[in-house]
């Protein structure tokens, strides 16, 4: 099984209304650390409010499943009111199944959104549906985080390579 993200954006926000529509996408399984605010955060930023607005608006299901623990994700969650996983120690499965469930998605349909491979894709590819990375917002500068972030440089370097061979593809048939 491979670890490379099916896309990878610069930011939550670049992940559209658009572009999840083009892919199918109906429903959306997204991690909250790092991936939409900061560790040291407990409110959604307006740039998150405004996102999770745009893509619920478009018909595009939400569930949060997050490795922290539930103090956290309930306090985020207090006004959103999304189904919301915590402790979810991905890459296991057991509460990404869960949040399908909860939307009414299937493999097909669903995809999921994180800052880190070794936990929020790999489980996205486990599972089965589309995985998109975000760079984390500001990543925590720990000796485990910063050793999982060494693993994961060389999946990043194979995932670019291949965009780039994309694009040289495209270009020659252009």
């Known amino acids: 099984m491979s670890l490379l993200p099916d896309k990878i954006f610069n930011t939550f926000e670049d992940l559209t209304v658009d572009f999840l529509k083009s892919e199918g996408i109906e429903a959306l399984i997204v991690d909250v650390d790092n991936t939409l605010i900061p560790y040291e955060e407990t409110d959604p930023r307006p740039a998150v409010l405004k996102w999770i607005n745009e893509l619920t608006e478009a018909g595009i299901a939400l569930s949060f499943v997050t490795n922290n623990h539930k103090h956290r994700l309930q306090y985020f969650n207090r006004n959103l009111n999304f189904p919301a996983y915590h402790d979810s120690f991905k890459p296991f499965l057991y509460n990404m199944k869960k949040a399908m469930r909860a939307m009414g998605s299937t493999i097909e349909n669903t995809a999921n959104v994180g800052d880190q491979i070794l936990t929020d894709i790999w489980a996205g590819k486990r599972l089965g549906v ?45």
Do not use: C, H, M, N
């Open 130 to 174: 589309k995985t998109y990375l975000v760079p984390p917002i500001r990543d925590k500068r720990d000796p485990f985080t910063r050793f999982k972030r060494w693993l994961e440089k060389p999946i990043l370097k194979k995932y670019y390579k291949r965009e780039a061979e994309k694009q040289k593809e495209e270009q020659s048939r252009g």
